[in-house]
């Protein structure tokens, strides 16, 4: 899982602004996942992708957006029509073979 | 779509004593059973796994049990330390398509001195 790097560590979003989260691996890895975690709910899927150019909306999609133009990165945009962004944004990788999904250090999103 | 209930949402022992952290589903078609372990503030990190064609599992003080009939399946630690204090999360991957994984909403766990 160390080669999977996500960005910014921490990120601020003011009232109707846009922000984009950065997820890229090394690992070769055909599919990537976006989860929320908030205290006491869990980790939540927002979206997934399995191959380049192609992604699936998980449980919690509404208000974020993201694209997979490459095999090593997808970025998540937290819209603005998403009214309850903070929380902790993780990235997952795995292979299409083997289920083990391995996760990224995460950004913490806040709201000022 | 999937759910899964974990339980207790907090579990305190005492160094050397065991913990058993419980998770039940509802998909019967649930096939893979992953166990996460989660330091405050840092990743999650997979820690033992188990796939529905078998019964248990084991990895030195860890091991994972699956009760497929009665749709649960179950972390054991023995020998706890003060390092495995941190929130364990059980999830279940479903028969739908892809990869897609449920997670149970977490254990803190604390190993008391």
């Known amino acids: 899982d160390g080669g999977i790097t996500q960005s910014p560590k921490y990120l601020f979003r003011k009232e109707g602004q846009n922000v984009t989260l950065s997820c890229e691996q090394n690992l070769n890895h055909d599919a990537m996942y976006w989860y929320r975690q908030d205290p006491g709910q869990g980790l939540r899927l927002i979206y997934y992708s399995q191959i380049v150019n192609d992604f699936q909306k998980g449980d919690i999609a509404e208000g974020y957006s993201v694209s997979r133009e490459k095999k090593e990165s997808f970025p998540l945009t937290v819209t603005s029509a998403q009214k309850n962004p903070t929380a902790f944004y993780l990235c997952?990788?795995?292979?299409?073979?083997?289920?083990?999904?391995?996760f990224g250090p995460g950004t913490r999103l806040l709201v000022l | 779509g999937e759910n899964v209930e974990q339980h207790p949402s907090t579990l305190s022992v005492q160094e050397g004593d065991s913990a058993v952290i419980k998770c039940t589903y509802s998909?019967?078609?649930?096939?893979?059973f992953p166990w996460y372990k989660q330091e405050l503030g840092k990743r999650p990190q997979l820690i033992i796994d188990?796939?529905?064609?078998?019964g248990e599992k084991k990895d030195q003080r860890i091991a994972v049990t699956l009760n497929k009939t009665a749709k649960h399946f179950s972390l054991h630690i023995t020998e706890t330390q003060p390092e495995d204090s941190a929130v364990y999360f059980c999830a279940i991957r479903g028969a739908g398509g892809g990869n897609k994984l449920t997670f149970g909403t977490g254990t803190q766990l604390k190993v008391e001195l």
């Open positions: 997952a990788s795995s292979t299409q073979s083997k289920e083990t999904q391995y």
């Open positions: 188990i796939r529905s064609n078998v």
């Open positions: 998909d019967s078609a649930s096939n893979y």
